[in-house]
């Protein structure tokens, strides 16, 4: 599957997260939190120049990877809501992911453990990709619901071309700025979308 697709597929879990609040009773969706969604989706689906034809089954499974990402948005602002404490849910998202992460991979690449590059990145996202971006997450989610926290999430395509532009000397195109200025204005009305209208 391209990158890109994978990209924009990954980022319909902003799409799927209004829809599963009903589920787990926090609300039904706001024809804002669709709006902003549908508004952040073009955009993302611009940036990437995701290409929908002849969907693999490999779109399959990152489209129910998209669906686990929502769930898990869901479910922390669930926990959140009951006063779990943050330092504890994010314990346990590292606890449980652990284990699969230090069996699964040397077993689907154990020549790639052998390099100390490799555990030099490991370590880095490890803690800073992992550890530190998880507290902030289950801190901040106490704030802010699961579809605001999905619409900041699609900054990350946004991000990611900004440090290819800086590290790698890749060019911005037309596309990654109006697709880009789609995501940053779905999440700036999310802020100034007028109370009365909630």
Not at 178 to 193: D, P, R, T
């Amino acid at each position: 599957v391209p990158a890109a697709q994978t990209a924009f597929i990954t980022g319909t879990n902003v799409l799927i997260v209004p829809f599963l609040m009903p589920l787990f009773k926090l609300g039904r969706p706001h024809i804002k939190d669709i709006f902003l969604a549908i508004l952040c989706l073009i955009g993302l689906y611009i940036l990437t120049g995701a290409n929908l034809a002849g969907l693999q089954i490999g779109d399959i499974w990152v489209l129910a990877c998209a669906m686990c990402f929502a769930l898990s948005l869901i479910v922390v602002q669930a926990l959140s809501r009951r006063n779990v404490p943050y330092p504890l849910l994010t314990f346990y998202q590292i606890a449980f992911t652990l284990p699969f992460v230090a069996i699964g991979g040397p077993l689907a690449a154990p020549h790639v453990f052998l390099i100390s590059d490799v555990w030099i990145a490991l370590l880095f996202c490890a803690i800073f990709g992992t550890a530190v971006a998880f507290y902030f997450q289950m801190y901040a989610q106490q704030q802010i619901s699961a579809a605001k926290t999905a619409l900041i999430f699609t900054l990350e395509p946004i991000c990611a071309s900004i440090f290819a532009w800086l590290i790698n000397g890749e060019p911005i195109t037309r596309y990654v700025v109006v697709g880009g200025l789609l995501i940053l204005g779905s999440i700036i009305l999310a802020e100034l979308w007028p109370r009365r209208l909630r």
